[in-house]
């Protein structure tokens, strides 16, 4: 597998400039306002574009709500293949790994994305399976990152990859609860030797 490939379908990439300047103004609209003003009218006002072209593009408001997971959380997964492929495997790519996640846990943009879009996405069935792919895609990204360049490799990674993503996403409530708490940098040091470990047991 390319280190630059990622795990799943690159939607994005084929979006044409309308869209993908569509998709801009609805996560402007969806971090300014929550998802209440959300709406296509709003999003087709701030684009310039029409409703029409809104729906041409994304279907409806839930097609519009599935392509922000993919702009908002996508483009995440890319960063973290190219900076730990600037590296070579090792302590020192592990590191890098976590300061991304760091980062992603103290954004409050990645806190209100998620906590908005989420109870949206899981109402309907082709969100909710986006949602799915979007998942399975991350938690292949933690497997590339760590090296993992078979199907048997990236299984024997995945518990881990599993804990690696509901880690980030925990710690980024408890954050936006409480940022000066000092167990977040404890907790990720934990994580540090515990993805150590289980890396050199398991490849």
Do not use: C, W
């Amino acid at each position: 597998m390319s280190a630059k490939h990622l795990a799943y379908d690159d939607s994005l990439e084929d979006l044409s400039p309308t869209a993908r300047n569509i998709l801009q103004a609805a996560l402007a609209i969806l971090l300014d306002e929550g998802l209440a003003g959300l709406t296509l009218s709003r999003v087709a006002a701030r684009a310039g574009a029409n409703k029409a072209s809104i729906a041409y593009h994304f279907g409806n408001k839930d097609g519009l709500i599935a392509a922000l997971f993919d702009v908002f959380f996508h483009e995440e997964n890319r960063q973290l293949i190219d900076m730990a492929h600037s590296l070579p495997l090792g302590p020192e790519r592990i590191e890098v790994a976590l300061a991304h996640e760091r980062r992603i846990i103290t954004s409050r943009e990645y806190l209100r994305a998620l906590v908005e879009l989420l109870p949206t996405a899981l109402r309907t069935e082709a969100t909710r399976r986006r949602l799915d792919e979007l998942y399975k895609g991350y938690r292949r990204t933690v497997g590339i990152t760590l090296d993992a360049e078979s199907e048997e490799e990236y299984r024997k990674l995945a518990p881990l990859a599993h804990l690696y993503i509901a880690l980030v996403d925990g710690l980024s409530i408890q954050y936006a609860i409480n940022p000066d708490d000092e167990a977040i940098d404890a907790t990720l040091n934990l994580v540090k030797q515990i993805m150590r470990r289980y890396v050199e047991e398991e490849l």
